[in-house]
């Protein structure tokens, strides 16, 4: 029976660690802030104190924690998880994090005979809850297919994009297309109410032609009906713009779009708004 150790039970995690225990794998879990992780220890996951105890018992480890430096730290820290496991242990980071972390973390999991693939996902908390998420893989072709098993019952639309930091970049499009997306959901709803427009109704009639996309359907409602509780957090998306601004930056790419995007969600973060859902941004329209 394969064990399954998941770090990060967070707003994804605890939906993606359910689905697993559902599937009747055996999973241990670590959390930073232990109540958050108390509805899949009822569910039946097993608690362990640290990083550590989850590198030295699990044969699969899923990592999704918020930034970068936490990424660092539970793979290469001290107590982190590239010290402890035992050798062929497979890693899977769920996190969005910098393409060049994840080959890093790569090679020094290859030289110690164990394996690391980067997923991060997308889809949000409802694509986590119903278990369709959009996974994102870069790593070694024959790790992805044993592990894919599980990444079925976590997501839908599952595909390796190519080697180490694959998947990581492949994240950095998805984020660049959705931040300038939400500019123009915002602009257009805004734009209708200006009008005289119902914007319920203007939603209903353009989702269906060349501008439909998730955030105009989804979070657009939620715009109209001042819902602003988080699926994604406006500091982790503002996190997720700075990885992808200081890639493209490392590939000569401008990215006018995405500079403007993440400058305008800092300003909403500085009003109070960095724990709100990203369709908070709406709220500057407002102003």
Known sequence: MTVIGFIGIGV????????????????????????????????????????????????????????????????????????????????????????????????????????????PVSGGDIGAKEARLAIMVGGDEADFEAVLPIFEKMGKNIILQGGPGAGQHTKMCNQMAIATTMLGVCEAITYAEKAGLSPERVLKTIETGAAGSFSLSVLGPKMIAGDFEPGFYVKHFIKDMTIALNSAQELGLLTPGLKLAKEMYEKLAEAGEENSGTQALYKLYQS
């Open 12 to 119: 994804m995690g605890k939906s993606m660690a359910s689905h697993l225990l559902k599937a009747g794998y055996e999973v241990i879990v670590y959390n930073r802030t232990k109540e958050k992780a108390v509805d899949v220890i009822e569910a039946g996951a097993k608690w362990m104190d640290t990083v550590k105890e989850v590198a030295q018992t699990a044969d699969v480890i899923i990592t999704i924690v918020g930034y970068p430096h936490d990424v660092e730290e539970v793979y290469l820290g001290e107590e982190g998880l590239l010290k402890h496991a035992k050798p062929g242990t497979y890693f899977i980071d769920m996190t969005t994090s910098s393409p060049s972390l994840a080959a890093k973390i790569y090679d020094e999991a290859k030289k110690r005979e164990m394996h690391a693939l980067d997923a």
